[in-house]
Each structure stands twice: as C-alpha cells, then as structure tokens.
C-alpha cells in the first residue's frame, strides 16, 4: 500500500523450502521511490525493515515472532504496517508522532 509521498509498505511472505515453515517469515518493508536510480539496481529507499516468524498454533491460529520475540496476531502486524506508513508521512511533513 502507498501513501502520501510515494511512501509505500511492502508486505511479502517468503517460503524459501517447501513443506518446511522453519524458515518462512513476512518481510514488512517501508520505502521510498528513489528515482534516481533505475528499477534495475533498486530504485528504492529502504525507510525500515521489519521481519516475522511465523509460529503455528494447535488452534490453527498463527502467531507472528519478530526479531525481539515479541508475539503479534495478523491483525497486529497488519496495524504495525499502518502505523510505520502513518509515522513516516508525518516524519515527512514534520509532524510529531
């Protein structure tokens, strides 16, 4: 999703061995277009990178670990998104968070 500025948040799931998740994990980026550089080598200011592990419940509900092990539920991290892109906007503009 974008916002003001062409701030945009990426929201990926790599799944890097089938039928294992043990390595799995969601890549929350936040970034800027860098039209200075070509598509090709990047063309994008990386603004912050967040990653979550993926922990499967009996429930079959699932829990996302980051990297200080704190537990998110998917709604949660969707807010986490929503709130890195509202933050940077207002950085942006030179609001206070």
Do not use: C
Request: aromatic share 8%; hydrophobic share 35%; proline share 5%.
């Amino acid at each position: 999703m974008s916002g003001l500025f062409h701030i945009t948040v990426e929201i990926e799931y790599l799944h890097p061995i089938s039928n294992i998740t043990s390595e799995d994990r969601l890549q929350l980026t936040l970034f800027e277009p860098d039209y200075k550089l070509p598509t090709v080598l990047g063309g994008r200011e990386v603004l912050e990178e967040r990653s979550f592990l993926p922990r499967f419940l009996l429930s079959r509900e699932v829990r996302w670990k980051d990297e200080n092990d704190k537990s998110f539920t998917s709604q949660q991290v969707v807010d986490e998104a929503l709130s890195l892109l509202i933050n940077a906007i207002n950085d942006r503009r030179g609001e206070p968070r």
